[in-house]
């Protein structure tokens, strides 16, 4: 028997033009941008990287960490909270619940004098508190704690 015979293929390929590959290269830069915003806050702040994402941390640290991401967050206002876990070596949930923390709160409308004689009036007519949330702009809870703390329902 002999050696067996060696067959060369030539294979012709098609000549394909890359695909355009910008919006993957720009969300690598923004990952690198949000990195080293991340690294340059830390300097700035004089803690090192390592501190913010560690497992357990001080009042200080999750100050300061929470204060750097609101900063990244307002930087990139469409970055997800999965990506900001992981610069933050968090997971997606807790990152949600300290931005809505850290969220400013609209302050309480106070409820005026004429919209407390609304509600004693129409509760005397012998409608629900839901009604006349609705008729005040507030909600039924509103209406029985405000009729409720003034003794009239």
């Not at 690198?32 to 803690?47: A, P």
Request: hydrophobic letters at 35%; charged letters at 30%; a positive charge.
């Amino acid at each position: 028997m002999g050696e067996p015979k060696r067959v060369m293929l030539r294979v012709e390929t098609a000549h394909v033009d890359p695909a355009p590959v910008k919006t993957v290269r720009l969300k690598a830069t923004t990952r690198d941008q949000q990195n080293e915003f991340i690294k340059h806050r830390c300097q700035q702040l004089k803690v090192c990287r390592k501190t913010i994402t560690a497992e357990r941390l001080s009042p200080r640290v999750k100050t300061i960490r929470d204060q750097i991401l609101m900063e990244v967050k307002e930087r990139w206002p469409n970055a997800h909270a999965r990506r900001l876990g992981e610069l933050f070596n968090r997971k997606a949930n807790s990152i949600r619940d300290v931005l809505a923390s850290l969220k400013p709160k609209s302050p309480a409308r106070p409820i005026t004098p004429e919209a407390v004689e609304t509600m004693r009036r129409l509760r005397s007519e012998g409608m629900n508190f839901a009604k006349i949330g609705e008729a005040v702009g507030i909600t039924p809870n509103a209406v029985r704690y405000h009729l409720h703390k003034r003794g009239e329902a």
